[in-house]
C-alpha cells in the first residue's frame, strides 16, 4: 500500500484536503464535495509533501497561473483517466461542453458517460473539470457545488492571468462549445 498523507488548506472556494501517495498528488477534495473518499483513507496529517501544490494553488487564486506543474497520480478506471487526461486540454478561461469533450476522445454520443467520469475527478481545480459544462453553457452540475464552479469559472474569464499569456500563443484545441 502507497504512504498516503494529507493536509487542509484554505482557499477562496473554501477549504481544500490535499491527498499525497509516495510523494505525488492523487487527491485535492472541497469540503462538503460529492464523491469524497473517506477520511479514514486521507492518510496522517503532513504538510511536507505539498509545499510546491499550495504553491501553485496561491499562484492560481492570485491570477498569476493558468497551467500546473504538478506531480499528479490519477486512479480510475481507463475510461476516467482517458476523460480526465482530455479535461486538461481545455485551456484555461474557456469551457466545453460534455458531448464536445465525448467527441474530443472519441466516444460520439457518451455526453453522459463523460459526465459520470467529470464527477470523479479527484483532483479539482489542477484537473479542471470545472471547465464542462452543458450543451447551451448551462452549468449542470459540479463536486463541489455549482456556486464553486460559477466562482471558478468567473474568476478564470476575469483574471489578470488571461491577459499575461496571449491565447494566440496557445494551440488552439477547437473545445469552445
Known amino acids: 500500500m502507497d504512504h498516503r498523507v494529507h493536509t487542509v ?15 505525488r498528488l492523487t487527491g485535492l477534495y472541497m469540503d462538503r464535495q460529492r464523491h469524497r473518499p473517506p477520511v479514514e483513507t486521507f492518510g496522517e496529517p503532513d504538510p511536507t ?13 492570485a491570477g498569476h497561473r ?46 453522459r458517460a463523460v459526465g459520470l467520469a467529470n464527477g470523479r475527478n479527484p ?17 449542470t452540475g459540479y463536486g463541489g457545488g455549482l456556486e464553486r464552479k460559477r466562482h471558478l469559472l468567473s474568476f478564470e474569464r476575469h483574471s489578470p492571468a488571461r491577459t ?9 484545441m477547437g473545445w469552445s462549445g
Request: proline share 8%; charged share 20%.
Open 66 to 111: 493558468t497551467e500546473f506543474d504538478l506531480p499528479i497520480t490519477l486512479t480510475g478506471t481507463p475510461f476516467q483517466r482517458t476523460v480526465w487526461a482530455a479535461l486538461r486540454e481545455i485551456p484555461y478561461g474557456e469551457t466545453a461542453s460534455y458531448g464536445r469533450l465525448a467527441e474530443r476522445i472519441g466516444r460520439r454520443g457518451g455526453a
Open 123 to 139: 483532483i479539482g481545480i489542477i484537473v479542471p473539470c470545472h471547465r464542462v459544462v452543458g450543451t447551451t453553457g448551462d452549468l
Open 49 to 61: 509533501p505539498f509545499t510546491e501544490v499550495v504553491r501553485q494553488l496561491e499562484e492560481y487564486f
Open 164 to 172: 499575461c499569456k496571449p491565447y494566440e500563443t496557445v494551440p488552439r
Open 9 to 23: 488548506v484554505d482557499s477562496p472556494v473554501g477549504t481544500l484536503t490535499l491527498i499525497a501517495a509516495d510523494g
